[in-house]
């Protein structure tokens, strides 16, 4: 980590290791997100930079390539078997499962905004959702062809 209060003279505050490849990270607020491959996605508090404290590990059982964070939600590229996995991390020390939405190759970065959530899949190309209301968790089933008919929102 960098202090760069002066951006022509950044200074370096600490490092730490993780126990894979880092493929990916995103800061929120106090939080960093890791995506770290096949060790999942790890998160740490830094609000003392000088000692980052790992508070919680999401197992991905496959590679974490890509994560996002929009408000409490969490948002993984993961690889092939999953493809965008979506996380409750209103506790981040606890975060959970809401679900997953499986991708036709292989998901490897994620950026989510208030209503979008924007993926890409190496093998298919850029895929697009919406996330319809002010839930995030609020997938509809045939999310991709817009078909709303499936939707259920007694299913996360």
């Known amino acids: 980590m960098l202090d760069a209060s002066t951006p022509a003279l950044p200074i370096e505050i600490t490092s730490f290791t993780v126990p894979s490849n880092v493929l990916d990270l995103v800061l929120d607020g106090d939080l960093v997100y890791v995506a770290c491959g096949v060790s999942g996605v790890r998160i740490y508090d830094i609000s003392d930079p000088a000692l980052p404290n790992e508070i919680a590990v999401f197992d991905t059982f496959t590679s974490a390539k890509g994560v996002a964070v929009e408000g409490d939600r969490l948002y993984i590229a993961a690889d092939?078997?999953?493809?965008?996995?979506?996380?409750?991390?209103?506790?981040?020390?606890?975060?959970?499962?809401?679900?997953?939405?499986?991708?036709?190759?292989?998901?490897?970065?994620?950026?989510?905004?208030?209503?979008?959530?924007?993926?890409?899949?190496?093998?298919?190309?850029?895929?697009?959702?919406?996330?319809?209301?002010?839930?995030?968790?609020?997938?509809?089933?045939?999310?991709?062809s817009g078909d709303l008919s499936g939707w259920d929102s007694s299913t996360p």
Do not use: C, Q, Y
């Not at 093998?123 to 995030?136: D, F, H, K, L, Y």
């Open 80 to 144: 092939v078997l999953i493809g965008l996995w979506v996380v409750d991390v209103s506790d981040p020390a606890n975060p959970t499962e809401i679900k997953t939405i499986d991708t036709p190759g292989a998901a490897n970065r994620v950026h989510a905004t208030d209503d979008l959530i924007v993926l890409t899949d190496r093998m298919a190309g850029v895929r697009i959702w919406s996330t319809i209301s002010s839930e995030p968790s609020l997938f509809a089933d045939g999310f991709e």
